[in-house]
C-alpha cells in the first residue's frame, strides 16, 4: 500500500517535473537570452513573464477577442499571440530606458555600468508591478479552459498507481517546447541569429563589421522579453495569477540561468528544467509553504558552490 | 582619521546638529497624528538608507536584500515582547545583534561572490526567510499593550517622542556612517568599490573590509526594523521582510545621492512624504502608486543625475574645494628605511614556477633571482607570460607549481594583500586607479594598506608623493590626472607601503619619450635609495638604460638571463623576437 502511494507520488512528480520544467525552461531563455546578448541582468524579467499572463488573459478571457477560437485552442493561441505585445513592449523599454544605461554607450565605464542597469530595470519591475495593480486590479485572475482540469489518465502502473498527466499542461509543454526550438534554429542558422550572437561576443568589433548594435540589442531585449511572455501565457492557464505572480518566478528564472551557465541559451533552458524538477521533488517531502523557500535555497546553493556561475568570464585580467 | 577629514567632520556634525533640531521643532507644531506618523518615519527610512549605504555606497556591495536585517530586527522586537514580555528598549538592541550575526552568517558565503551574483543572492535571503515565517505561522504578529507601564515599554501617548527618538536613532547613524567615511574604513571601501584589484594589490584586505562594513550595517538595519515594528506595532513578513522594504533602502539612497552619508537622509526626506501623501490621498483609487513613484524617482535619477541629489546640487552650485596640498614637512615625520648595501644575497627567489590555463602553458618551469638592491628586467615578445608571471607571484593567479621566497619566505599560495604586506608593491599593465578619489587618497590606500598609523600613514603618503614628484597635485582626483602622472601615482601608491620589492608591469606604456625620460629618472632615484625593482618594459632603450639584469621569456620559459649587452646578442633571443630570416640575413 505504501510502496504503491509512493511510486504514484514519484512518477506523477517526474511528470511534472518534466512539463512545468520545459515551461521553467522556455521562461529562462527569455532571461538567458537578454543576458547572453546584453549582460544585462533584467530585474524586471518577473514582470515581463506578468505582462505576458495579461496579455494573454486579455486576449482569450477578459476582452474576448480570440474567443472564437474557442476554449481549447484559444488559450494557447492567446499566449502566442501576447509575443509579437510585449515584444513591442520590450522594444520600447530598451529604446527609451534601457540603452541609455547599457551597449556601447557604458562599456569601458566604472563597472561596466552594471550599477545603473540594477537600478533601471528594478524601477522598470517597480513600477510594471505596482502599475500593475492599478490597471489590472489586485484580484487574481486566470485564462479559463476547461483543459486545466482534464487530465489524461496513464495506467494502472503498478496496482492501483496511476499517473495523472493534466491536459493543460501537457499542452503548454508541448508549445513551450515547439517554441524553444524555433528559437534555437532561429538563432543558430538566420543573418539575424548571427548578428545577435556577433553583438554578444564583442559589440565594439561588431560595429566594425557594420551591425547595428544597438538595433540588435534592441531585438535581444525584445525577443528576451516575448519568450518570457510566452511562457507566462502557457502558465496562464493553469495558475491564477495577479500583478505580483511575476516575483513568485523571478527567483525560478534567476536559478535556472545561473545554473545552465549565464549566456547560454541552451544551458537557460536545461537549468530551468532542473528548477523544475528540484521544485516538483521537493513536494513529496516538504509541506507546500516552503516549496518556494526551496528554490531560494538551490538558487543559494547554485551560485555559492559556483561562485563564478557554470560559465567562465570572471577572469579578470592584471 | 584621514588627511583634512577632522575639519570636515566637523563641519558635518554641525549641520547634523542644526538639521535636527530644525526638524525636531518643525515636528512639534505638528498635531495631526497622520502627519506626525510619516514625520517618525522619514528618519526611520532615512537610518535603513544609511545602514544601506554603508556596504553598497562606499562599499560598492549592490545589496537588494536588506531587508533581511530589517526584518530580523521588527520580528526580534515583536516576538521579544509577545513571547517574553521583553521591552522594545531591550528588543531593539537584541534585534541589533541578531542583525550582525545575520550579517556574519550571510556576508560568510555571499562575500565569495561579486557583481551581479551578489546583487542577486541577496535578493534571495529575506525571501526566503519570508516563505519560512509564514511557514511557521508568523503572518501576522501584533505587539501586545503594557498599559501598567508604557514607557518601560516605549509606549507614548504623544506621538511627539517616537519622533524624538527616531531622530535620535538616526542622529547617532549618521555619526557612525560619518566616522567610517572618513576613516581608513570608508577609504578601504571606496578604493574596493572603484578597483577591488588594485585594492588588493596595494595590501587592502577587501573581504575583511566588506564584511565588517555588512555586520555594522546589518545592525543599523535591524534597529531600524526593530524601531518600526515598535511604531506600525504589527508586523507581517510581507511588510519587513518583502522586496518593497529592501527596494525602499536602494530608493531613498541613491534619489539622495550614493555614498554621502547626506543621500540617504535627503531622499527620505522627499520621496517618503511624497509617496506616504500619494498612498493616503490616492491609494483607493490608485493602489500601488507609492511603488510606481519610487520606480520613477530612480529610473529618473539614474537617467539624469546618475549619483544622486546631492552630488548633483554640490557640483552646480558649491565648486568642490580641492584639499590644500599637503605640506612637504609631513614627509619627514616618517623614518626612512636605510638605504640596504648593495649585499647581492637574493632577495627574491623563483623556482620552476609554472602556470596553465587550460593546455597554454603561460608561465613554466621559470627560475630567477633578484638581489637585495638590483633592477631586473623582464622582456619578451607579446604572450611570453610576463604578465601572467606576475599575477602568479602576487598571488591574482595560484601558481601550478614552484615555490618564490621572498627573503625565504614562501610567497606563493597567499591572498594578493597578503603578498602586499610581505613588502611586495605592484603597478598594472593597464593604470588601475580610484578614478574619484583625490590624488593623496590613492596613495593613502597604500599606506592603509600596509597597516601604518593614521599619522605615519599620512607621512608615508606624502613622502611617496615627493620620491615620484607630484606632492603638489595631491588634491587633484585621479580621474583629471594625465597617464604619466597616473603611472607614477601607481608607483606612490606602491611605495607609501614601504615595499622591499617593486613589480612594475610596463611602468612606460603609452608614454611619450620625454615623459619617459621622467619617469626613468624617478626609477633611477628609486635605485640609488637602494630600492629593489623587477621591471617588464618593451622599450628596450629604456631597459638598457635602467636594468642591471634581464630575463628573457618566450612561450612561458626563460630563453635567457644575464647582463643587458650579452643579453641582446643571444641568437636565440634575436631569433625569438625578430624571427630565424632576420638572424640569417645578418649572419650572412
Known sequence: MDLEILIENVLNAVTAGITIGCIYGLMCIGLGLIFGVMRIVNFAQ?????????????????GRVLSFLGPYWGPFIGAICAAPIVFAGGAILHRFLISRVSGLRTAGSLDEGHFGQLIVTLGISLILQNGGQIVFGSTPVAVRTPLSAEAFLIGPIYRGATVFLNKAKLIAFFVAILVAIVLYLTLEYTRLGKALRAAADNPTAATYMG???????????????????????????????????????????????????????????????????????????????????????????????????????????? | MRHGAGQQLRFNLTVLAVVSVAYLVLASFVANSYYQLILTLVPVWALFGVSWNILSGYGGQLSFGHASFFGIGAYTVTLAVVYWSLSPWIGIPLGMILGGLAAVLIGLPTFRLRGHYFALSMLAYPLAILYVLQYLGFQEVSMPMHRDHPAAFMEFAEPRVYTLIAVLLLVAGVVVSLLIENSRFGLALLAIRQNELAAEAAGINARLWKMRALVVSGMMAAVAGGFYARILLVVTPDSVFGMLVSAQAVVVTLFGGVASVWGPVIGAAILVPLAETLQAELGTYLPGIQGVVYGVAIIGVMLLSPDGLFWTIRDRWFGQKAPEPIPDSTASAVPVRPASAHSGAPLLKVESLSRAFGGLKAVSEVSFSIGEGEILGIIGPNGAGKTTLFNVLNGVLSADEGSARLDGVEMLGKKTFAVCRMGVGRTFQVVRSFPRLPLLDNVMVGAYGAGLSDRDAIASAA?????????????????????????LMELARALAGHPRLLLLDEALAGLGREECDDVLHVLAQLRQQGMTICIIEHTMHAMMRLADRFVVLDHGRVLATGLPRAVVEDHAVIEAYLGKKWLARQDA
Open chain 1, 211 to 318: 551591425i547595428d548594435v544597438d538595433r540588435a540589442y534592441r531585438i535581444a531585449f525584445g525577443l528576451g522579453s516575448a519568450i518570457t511572455a510566452v511562457a507566462g501565457g502557457l502558465m496562464a492557464t493553469y495558475i491564477s495569477f495577479g500583478p505580483f505572480v511575476g516575483f513568485d518566478y523571478v527567483i525560478i528564472m534567476y536559478s535556472g540561468v545561473v545554473l545552465g551557465g549565464m549566456g547560454s541559451i541552451l544551458g537557460a533552458f536545461w537549468g530551468g528544467l532542473t528548477v523544475g524538477f528540484v521544485q516538483q521533488f521537493s513536494a513529496l517531502i516538504l509541506p507546500p509553504q516552503l516549496q518556494n523557500a526551496t528554490i531560494f535555497v538551490v538558487f543559494l546553493m547554485i551560485v555559492l558552490l559556483r561562485p563564478q556561475g557554470l560559465f567562465g568570464r570572471s577572469a579578470e585580467r592584471a
Open chain 1, 46 to 62: 518577473g514582470e515581463l513573464l506578468m505582462l505576458g499572463m495579461f496579455a494573454s488573459y486579455y486576449l482569450v478571457t477578459g
Open chain 2, 463 to 487: 613622502r611617496a608623493l615627493i620620491q615620484v614628484g607630484l606632492q603638489h597635485q595631491s588634491g587633484v582626483v585621479a580621474a583629471q590626472l594625465t597617464n604619466k602622472q597616473l603611472r
